[in-house]
């Protein structure tokens, strides 16, 4: 069987998942019948220390809901370089919302100063009024990088002040706290002086169908009106479900069950990009690499990406051309150790120029 490291969604549920689901508790959600997605949307919020959850199809559309709930069309969004929502969503930001994206920052982070330089006044004649700032953490095309705390906290802390909404875009936010040791409820949240009941981040977003394991769904989380109000939006996008507690339950499962583990991705994830390294034949931040994401570039004078691609799919080791000459691996629950041992040697081989 190919050892698939094109993403972490290609998982597919455990045995152990399929019996909860199987065993879970249903009813007809759009009457907020339904028990499992009820208790999903508890944990979630309580986990992420919000006060209220609400569970939707795809994290693409927690995305959408974000900007629907906090911009109005011609409204700019201030987001790092090269964020999932700009890059990854077809162009559902101006389709849906009708925003503009204002990438700011180097490495798929920013500063608070870059925040500050960014925002455009609203009433102005001319400019675009910035009214959100979006953060990803951990960040996807950057190779899982995690943002600190402080500047999760500093990023919060200015929209507040400058009177923007904020968004934490949050697909892999169990993958930073994991690594870095952290209660997920401080990052979401951080530990603010001026108002203690509000937290930096307006809405978060997990995704259950990433590391998790889980065969679809993300919750947002946040303040209990916002969250009503989309519960209205959720749906006008196409996005509200009937006995959606099969799925909640491989969701609860997952929290349950596979959110320490996803350690073992991150060590696996390592040694991936440390044999990468030690090729001397890539460039690869492995200061960085703390998280289950290996982003690669190839200098040139050796394959470029859709030939490494090819060359490690020949050895049944699938991974994803990410640019012209950037690749990304990226590991799972479905990928063990001995696994990413053999995916390294494949990788190491494919990346020599011949
Ligand atoms: C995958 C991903 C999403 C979208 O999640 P889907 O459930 O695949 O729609 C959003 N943001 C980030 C950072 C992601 O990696």
């Not at 959600?29 to 919020?45: K, T």
């Not at 190779?143 to 949050?170: F, K, P």
């Not at 063990?336 to 053999?342: F, G, M």
Request: net charge negative.
């Amino acid at each position: 069987m190919a050892i698939d490291l094109r993403s972490d969604t290609v998982t597919r549920p455990t045995a152990a998942m399929r019996e909860a689901i199987a065993a879970a508790p249903v009813g007809d959600d759009q009457f907020g019948e339904d028990p499992s997605v009820n208790l999903l949307q508890e944990r979630v919020a309580a986990l992420l220390g919000k006060e209220a959850g609400l569970f939707v199809p795809t994290g693409h559309m927690a995305n959408q809901l974000a900007l629907l709930r906090f911009t109005r069309p011609g409204d700019e969004v201030v987001v790092g370089r090269e964020t999932h929502a700009v890059w990854h969503e077809i162009g559902a930001g101006a389709a849906n919302a009708g925003v503009q994206f204002r990438e700011v920052g180097t490495d798929g982070t920013f500063t608070a100063e870059e925040l500050v330089a960014a925002i455009k006044p609203r009433g102005h004649l001319i400019f675009p009024p910035t009214t959100l700032v979006e953060v990803e953490d951990t960040h996807n095309r950057a190779g899982g990088i995690v943002w600190e705390r402080a500047s999760l906290e500093a990023v919060g802390e200015t929209a507040r002040t400058h009177d923007l909404a904020s968004y934490l875009d949050g697909a892999r936010l169990l993958n930073a706290a994991v690594a870095r040791g952290e209660d997920p409820a401080a990052l979401a949240a951080p530990f603010d002086l001026v108002t203690i009941a509000l937290s930096p981040f307006d809405l978060v977003t997990i995704a259950l169908s990433k590391g998790l394991g889980g065969p679809a769904g993300s919750v947002l989380a946040g303040r209990r009106d916002d969250v009503t109000a989309l519960v209205r939006e959720r749906r006008r996008l196409g996005g509200a479900m009937r006995q959606s507690g099969i799925l909640a339950a491989a969701g609860l499962h997952a929290l349950e069950h596979h959110v320490a583990r996803l350690a073992e991705d991150h060590a696996n994830a390592r040694l991936i990009g440390e044999r990468l390294g030690a090729s001397g034949r890539v460039a690869i931040d492995l200061a960085r690499l703390e998280t289950n994401i290996v982003v690669f570039h190839l200098p040139a004078g050796g394959p470029d990406a859709a030939e490494v691609v090819r060359r490690a799919g020949e050895h049944d080791v699938l991974v994803l051309a990410f640019g012209p000459r950037t690749v990304r691996a990226v590991t799972h629950l479905d990928v063990n150790a001995a696994a990413c041992a053999e995916a390294a040697e494949v990788l190491a081989a494919a990346v020599a120029p011949q």
